[in-house]
């Protein structure tokens, strides 16, 4: 069975400086990886995805990802954080079948001015 | 482009009692999902339908939960009885294609933030 295991359930970074994010995943076939993002009261939107080909995956507001089937991890980077990066951040995983994903537990992010 | 409407955003009730969310996916979306986010928890599908059919219902408490996909547009998902522990955000998500591709993008809608006293 599918799962994701997040490392942290808060993270405190100083504005400007890097965010790193942890996950790792454990699937019985090649994975798809996936970040999202949640922001207070809303909804969860897609920061980016990993399927297949270029293993550094590129996202909205600056992140990005990379996939490392040898560490079976897909962390989650930003060279410089902003205020508004504040929320809390779920890793996901999907093997096979009508997209069933399964999320991790989160990481509240924390920006200090 | 209209998102993933939800309502009620929010919902207090006493447990017993019975609870209905409504979802209207993005037009033109074939798949639709509910999830429920226990605080602290990352979301748990409860049930997924391709169109008006059901593709993945095993996580969802059919004796007290069941959901329903009319016409293959709108979604209504009903608790009853409600229980203490059902205390969760209700999430409500659309994808595009009807033929199952794990590179189709979910889309959220706001939540229903549901409290059982």
């Known amino acids: 069975a599918q799962s994701v295991t997040q490392l942290g359930s808060h993270v405190s970074v100083s504005e400007g400086a890097l965010v790193l994010l942890r996950c790792n995943y454990s699937?019985?076939?090649?994975?798809?990886l996936f970040w999202y993002v949640q922001y207070p009261n809303q909804g969860l939107q897609l920061l980016l995805k990993?399927?297949?080909?270029?293993?550094l995956v590129k996202g909205i507001n600056g992140f990005e990802a990379e996939f490392k089937k040898s560490e079976t991890s897909f962390h989650l980077t930003k060279p410089s954080a902003h205020m508004s990066d504040a929320a809390e951040y779920f890793c996901?995983?999907?093997?096979?079948?009508?997209?069933?994903?399964?999320f991790g537990t989160g990481t509240k992010l924390q920006v200090i001015p | 482009e209209a998102g993933v409407a939800q309502s009620p955003r929010y919902k207090i009730i006493e447990k017993r009692q019975s609870v209905a969310f409504w979802c209207n996916p993005i037009?033109?979306?074939?798949?639709l999902y509910w999830y429920q986010q226990i605080l602290g928890q990352g979301p748990k599908l409860l049930i997924q339908?391709?169109?008006?059919?059901?593709?993945?219902d095993s996580q969802l408490p059919k004796d007290r939960f069941s959901a329903e996909r009319l016409k293959g547009v709108d979604s209504t998902l009903k608790i009853q009885p409600a229980k203490l522990e059902d205390s969760a955000v209700y999430l409500c998500?659309?994808?595009?294609?009807?033929?199952?591709?794990?590179?189709?993008?979910?889309?959220f809608g706001p939540g229903t933030r549901l409290t059982v006293l």
């Open positions: 998500a659309s994808s595009l294609t009807s033929g199952g591709s794990l590179t189709d993008t979910q889309y």
């Open positions: 699937s019985s076939v090649p994975p798809y």
């Open positions: 990993y399927t297949t080909g270029a293993t």
């Open positions: 996901a995983v999907s093997e096979g079948g009508y997209q069933k994903v399964t």
């Open positions: 037009s033109g979306h074939a798949t």
């Open positions: 339908f391709q169109n008006n059919g059901v593709v993945d």
